[in-house]
């Protein structure tokens, strides 16, 4: 996983990130219920969960969820669909003009693959996707995955290693990698 870092369950940065989690979680959920035409509620929800005010011409359909928010870099020109998820706490990046499908899922945190370990520690990495990026409907981004300008997420798609620019990206990859 490209730049993959440890993080021990109930450190210092753990407990700052749990505490982030539950603020922003309440943020999203008063975001959540907006009446869509209410701009302003929602410019100021958004501002409070990014840290900043949204880039000139970036458009979130609500719902919207994140768990963390302050590691959400959005580009101008983003468009992000309904029903989205981006668990930041790694870093996530669109860059401009990326276009987001709905329910699309990003994930920067997870858990070591060793029993042992799962309890006791997350590991996470950033994401990155370039300019011009269209991610399809229900695709799933894992942590540590950078893709190209100009790329293509097909919808459902899981993605688990680097996107080339200009290419498309297809389907599922479960396939057995080791066992213990």
Known sequence: ?????LMRIHSAEFQAMAARVLQVTALTSRLNVLPF??????AELYAQILG????PRVTIYPPFYTDHGLHLDLAERVFINQGCTFLD???IRLGEGVMVGPKATFITVGHPVDPAERRLHLTGA???????????AGATILPGVSIGRDAVIAAGAIVADDV????LVTGTKATVRRQW
């Open 1 to 5: 996983m490209s730049g993959e870092r």
């Open 126 to 136: 950033p994401i990155d996707v370039a300019e011009n990026v269209w991610i399809g």
């Open 89 to 91: 706490h790694f870093g």
């Open 164 to 167: 080339p620019a200009a290419s």
């Open 37 to 42: 035409e209410d701009e302003a509620a929602k």
């Open 52 to 55: 900043r005010p949204l880039p």
